[in-house]
């Protein structure tokens, strides 16, 4: 006879099948906003033989040193995608964030499962219940927002080493003193610096769960010996967690973002708290990038209501953890507050951020299912349920998930592009001018420099002191034909960004295109001191030398830059410029060239290109698409040589479809540009 698949199988299975297809059209979404300095710009991670210098060397983990930080295993992940893809593939990033995803999902199903079975008796009903938590955690449309974006992989890292080594402790009471659960904590030190949090949870586990001893007993002198124990166990792992997390911390300067004012940052955290609580019923005014800011008014009413909640959620931990049948609430509750504590504590210049939440409704998710099963017992012991009532209740269940599954559907299709993410946040944060000015950065890579200026304008209303956005103002002025005022805004952000170095890359080369050499270079010197790793300030300082002849300079550059991107051609290129002190790119083709793989036709391209024999160039694009369609590199130098025949059009389709292979290639987006704004004076 053949063997049923169980009830809880058959669910767990749906809910796996379902949390794919909601997650389906996600994988090949672009990287976005922090994601540009920590992957796409960041040098270190295309060569694996960095992973070990990840773990010292604070510079490796952004190409922005107001970014520098110490999370070398989020770094050391980035690095196996860039080599699983052999470049910047978002599909092997996306991919590789989704699975830790789901191990966590496992995790919490033994959690959910272990910490249910200790007050509930029905041991198949606990497990079913577990598996539906685990389910509506993997699927939860929030945590699409952590999901997608691709450095936020921190929050999911950290979160399940903290599961891990919660889970251990649980399962394996009789092996704490030889530490082993402290091994996986060790390790998510070095993903984010929420991990301390894991003493705070294994400290009430330990009260409610071990010691049956409630939040209030906490303070009664005659349990003081029980918690001195508690704390005593758990001292060697607040030691050895505390030390690797010092190490890290003693390895940056200062945390970024850190500008917010503390007491009335403190204040407004209630508020924010109410905020997650109510998008874990209710996830429908997600944004990328919030305008919330801190409440400087003690009577404001939100700062009241925020107080209000907060009180009431801790009368309700107190009076849950009274009673045995409802522990799992009281613990979850505890989970949700702790886990919220290292943001709300630091003043950070962001009130709110959505990738909070994804450690936080572990948490709620416990407490809910906890309620939710304490309540389906007291129902079942007063009047069984009939099968109809089954039927309602499994479809109410199903209903809650499909839901979910279709906001996170929703959500990755905001995530898809840079277009359609910083849209979606002028519309749910419309006075944040960070998101208003990148929003008018995608219109300007498009060639739409009216709507870009608009938007720009509106962006300085609210942050009339952001460096950034005085560079972007520079390039779309240039662009436009108004060099004298670009000029003035590069200055502008230097005035106000003087310690980043894209204040001084950006007007460096707009100082080259017009011809400053002088300034450009030393220009690009003030942003190499600042970050040595600078390939952008490197870029510009061999363009300037190749142009002004300058080629023991040349020479110089170009090893240094070869030496951080050893098999890069241009610079391989600008190399030879220099050795033999006349412009190779202007050498002329060999008339017979040997092509076996798409590199070498693109090789040639670029010697076509740089010949001036454009068709050439065009026609050895076609050929390296026959071998690599996905070429995007190919598409571009097509682009770049329809650009130079003034075949408008052409230049712009071919530009596109490299855009659509690789949405941050910052060539190809320049080429577009070029090519729209000619057609459009054309016209």
Known sequence: MKRVLSYPVIVATAIFILVVISYSNHFNNGFHFDDMHTIVNNVHIRNLKNIPAFYSDPKMFSASPAHWGMRPLVTTTLAIDYFLGNGLKPFFFQLSTFIWHLLLVILLYFIFRNLLNRTFADKKLTSLTAILGAGWFA??????????????????????????????FVLLPGKRKYLLYVIPAIIGVFAKETVPVLVLLLFFYLLFFESGLSVADIFKPKHFKTILNIVL???????????????????????????????????????????????FFLPGNLSADSDWGVITNVFDERIIIGLVFFSILLITVIKTSAKKETEPIAFGLVWFITSLLPTSLVPFSEVTNDHRMYFAFIGLTLALIAFILLQVQKYNQRKPFSVSRKIVFATVIGAAFLLQSFGVYQRNKVWKTEESLWLDVTKKSPMNGRGLMNYGLTQMEKGNYTVANEYFEKALVYTPYYHSLFINLGILKNAMGNPAEADSYFKKAILYGPNYVESYTFYSRFLSQNNRFDESVSMSEKALSIDSYSTMSLNNLMTVYLQTQNWNKLVQTAQRYLSIIPDDKNAMLYLESGNNKRNMFMANAPTQIKNTTAEDYLSTSLIYYNNKEYEKCINTCYEALKIKPNLAEAYNNMGAAYNQLGQWQKGIEACTKALQINPNFPLAKANLEWAKNHLNKAK
Not at 141 to 166: H, P, Q
Not at 233 to 262: D, H, R
Request: glycine content about 4%; aromatic content about 14%; proline content about 4%.
């Open 139 to 168: 699927i939860h449309t929030a945590n699409a927002e952590t999901l997608n974006y691709i450095i936020s992989r921190s929050d999911v890292l950290s979160t399940f080493f903290i599961a891990l080594s919660f889970l251990l």
């Open 233 to 279: 166990q758990l001292l060697p792992s607040i030691i050895i967690i505390a030390g690797f997390q010092l190490y890290t911390l003693s390895k940056i300067k200062a945390i970024e973002g850190v500008s917010n004012p503390a007491g009335y940052y403190m204040l407004t955290q209630p508020y924010v708290w109410l905020r997650y609580c109510i998008a």
